[in-house]
Nanobody, 118 residues
């Protein structure tokens, strides 16, 4: 299985972007799909996750209310809708997959850069 992100770019403060993550092949419903991000000189940070088998998303406190994770199982896609962006959201965003609820993310995409200008 491969994960490929797209949709990053440059946006002004207050703007919006939608990231996409393509899943290359069938995966079972036990998988967790998540978005992480890493800003320069900072640790990688969890953003949001959603189980492949249901629609119960979970968000970090820093993005709750601004970001929305969603998926389209038929298209094998995961999305991250990001609104009210600030410069603190500038980072490389990664799509990741865990085998199950234990959230050991073992599969990662290559990342997509999001830059928010002030």
């Amino acid at each position: 299985v491969q994960l490929v992100e797209s949709g990053g770019g440059l946006v002004q403060t207050g703007g919006s972007l939608r990231l996409s993550c393509s899943v290359s092949e069938y995966i079972p419903g036990t998988r967790l799909l998540a978005w992480f991000r890493q800003a320069p000189e900072k640790e990688r940070e969890f953003v949001a996750r959603i189980p492949w088998g249901n629609n119960y998303p979970f968000y970090s406190d820093r993005v709750k209310g601004r970001f929305t994770i969603s998926k389209d199982n038929a298209k094998k896609m995961v999305y991250l809708e990001m609104n009210r962006l600030t410069p603190e959201d500038t980072a490389v965003y990664y799509c990741a997959m865990a085998q199950d609820y234990r959230e050991e993310y073992e599969l990662w995409g290559q990342g997509t850069q999001v830059t928010v200008s002030s």
